[in-house]
């Protein structure tokens, strides 16, 4: 059993002690946060330790967890200052690169990267890996079994990072379903049957894909017979933009990301 030390008590570290405690890890958790709020919350609601001196959480960690911001990575990394031993610690802040944390943390320390998503608070997050050359297979076995215990696990390039970050949010989903339902309701549907109609339309047409039984080319054709009202729908909305407005969304997105980088 590895103590694991979250450094930072937000949205992304609640969803991950969910997902942790519904695959019923075995790790012993502990969670720094400057706001004693925060702290008295995520103890009380997943039965974690918590300590609010940073340092006194370092020197616990057999593994520590970077979940803070961004912006606020650099600060937090000089107020711990140099780490000495061939800790483990693995960061989610996105657009922050390797170099950066090593730069900033010591040499000794073994830094990886990982994004999860908030959904793993219902263990089925899937979570993005990235190791530089220099973590050992066993560490990279670790950091894999411990996302994989709240859902799927892909390892890729870091140079793949801020595309995949700006793409898996569960954000699309909830942006899809809100906008989809809004038309619903415009055309007549109450709110409840709206968010039902618009809700089975994107999770079964998604479940449909991922069974593997037919590709999403084959799926389209079947759902969208030509002449039918899907055909029609699918039609006058690519005709209003909507591929090339989701393309300039996903641009912004990694726009966002490499300034995030720089600050």
Known sequence: MSTVVFLGGGRITSAMLAGLRLGKTRHHLVVH??????????????????????NDAVVQAD???????PSSVGELLQSIGRI??????????????????????GAPVKWA??????VCR????????TFPRTVPRADRKWIIDFFASFGPVIEIP???????TVTFSCSHGYHALATLAGAAQSAG???????????????DGIVAWRNGQHSLESLLVEAATPGGIAAATTTT???????RAVRQGVVAGMRRARMNASQ
């Open 122 to 129: 219902s263990g089925r997050g899937l979570t993005a890996v």
């Open 158 to 164: 870091e140079s793949k990072f801020d595309a995949f």
């Open 84 to 105: 000495t031993d061939a800790r483990l610690a693995i960061s989610l802040a996105a657009s922050v690169p390797l170099r950066t944390l090593r730069k900033l943390a």
């Open 63 to 69: 593994v520590l967890i970077v979940a803070v911001r």
């Open 113 to 118: 990267r990982a994004m999860p998503s908030p």
């Open 237 to 243: 909305m690519d005709a209003a933009g909507y591929r």
């Open 189 to 203: 549907l109450d709110r409840d049957t709206a968010l039902l109609a618009s809700a089975h339309a994107l999770a």
């Open 33 to 54: 946060d400057r706001n004693p709020d925060k702290l008295r919350d995520l103890k009380k609601r997943y039965a974690v330790a918590v300590e609010s001196v940073l």
